[in-house]
């Protein structure tokens, strides 16, 4: 339409055509109107509330989403999609009057685990001719975590020590031993600070203990992309968190590690936010043998995992208790349980569950 103007008008004035000039007049004040219609900018406040903003995979989550127009202009007909995770939501804008809210609610998709981002709201400006089209977003993004769905477990092994604070008492001593160093805040006794690593650093590192008393159950998830087929990560996550909710209800100390690292936060946040990658299992069982963080070890794997059991295998004499869930794999010849580990193969959580709950080694 612009080059079509230029031309009308050259042509027109050039050769004296005052019908081409004409036309060439009136694409060019199109295209002007165009740029005016739709680069007008409507004020709207966008708030959205998710409720609830943390749910487990396959219950309902709705988003409320509120837009008011703030504009003193008259009511104005417009186009806006709201995002929620990788679809649109149609939001009707029609006749929006000035001073007025309209309230949109809309389900999240929570059949996958994981974040889901929503928003922004597009607003999108056409002009009449369908000349220019301009999107815009209006509101803040927020994020709905979905959760692995937990399947109860009745059964949570007791472990071999306790502390006299413990529901159990097994053995009436523990003892104390180094878990990792943080930077120093007021408060900290001066006899916990590492002077060697501070020094290193250049600020007080404070010296972060551990009660071995405690009995700990160590969840290693297996997060290597090479360890798993199909949705068998997905199911390790979901007897993860399923073992992480139950150690939680009984009171009993969890500790969660990824074989690719990086598990820092909540547990439940952790599982929701894991994904597959690279990782060096070798690398993480020695680390998880010089720390001794617990008495109780399970290794959840898919079924590429099964080479590694061996391996697996030789901290039962770090951790007294040790368990390996290989899920995902139904079909192939099912691994023996051994007086160093016991294993449980199950095709996805619900089945892990059940079979978990059958179990006599605890």
Avoid at 25 to 53: E, K
Avoid at 71 to 97: K, N, Q
Avoid at 306 to 316: F, I, K, M, Q, T
Wanted: overall charge negative.
């Amino acid at each position: 339409m612009i080059v079509a103007a230029f031309a009308l008008l050259g042509v027109g004035f050039r050769y004296g055509y005052p019908d081409l000039a004409l036309l060439g007049a009136s694409a060019a004040l199109a295209v002007v109107a165009a740029v005016v219609f739709a680069f007008w900018r409507p004020r709207l406040g966008v708030t959205r509330v998710a409720d609830p903003d943390r749910v487990a995979r396959g219950e309902p989550a709705d988003v409320t989403l509120t837009i008011s127009n703030t504009s003193r202009m008259r009511a104005a007909t417009l186009i806006a999609t709201d995002r929620c995770g990788s679809t649109s939501v149609e939001v009707p804008l029609l006749r929006f009057r000035a001073g007025h809210d309209t309230v949109e609610t809309y389900p999240v998709p929570t059949h996958r685990r994981g974040l889901v981002p929503i928003g922004p709201l597009h607003v999108t400006r056409r002009d009449p001719l369908g000349l220019i089209t301009l999107a815009r977003g209006y509101g803040e993004t927020i994020v709905v975590r979905v959760y692995p769905k937990v399947h109860p477990l009745r059964a949570v092994p007791a472990g071999l020590t306790r502390s006299l604070d413990g529901s159990v008492d097994k053995v009436p001593h523990g003892s104390i031993t180094f878990d990792t160093l943080r930077e120093y805040v007021p408060g900290d006794e001066l006899r916990r600070v590492h002077w060697r690593s501070s020094a290193k650093v250049g600020e007080l590192m404070v010296r972060e203990q551990l009660d071995t008393a405690e009995p700990t159950i160590v969840v290693l998830l297996d997060d290597r992309a090479s360890a798993h087929q199909g949705d068998s990560f997905e199911d390790a996550c979901e007897a993860a968190a399923s073992i992480v909710v139950a150690a939680v209800r009984e009171d009993l100390p969890v500790s969660l590690h990824l074989v690719g690292g990086g598990a820092t936060g909540p547990h439940l946040d952790v599982l929701t936010e894991a994904s597959l990658g690279d990782g060096d299992l070798a690398a993480t069982l020695r680390r998880l043998r010089a720390q001794k963080i617990g008495d109780t070890l399970i290794f959840l794997t898919g079924p590429g995992g099964r080479a590694d059991l061996g391996a697996v295998s030789g901290l039962r004499g770090v951790y007294p208790i040790a368990l390996a869930g290989i899920l995902g794999d139904r079909d192939s010849s099912p691994a023996a349980a051994t007086d160093r580990l016991l294993v449980i193969e199950a095709a996805d959580g619900a089945e892990f569950a059940a079979a978990w709950d059958g179990m006599r080694g605890w």
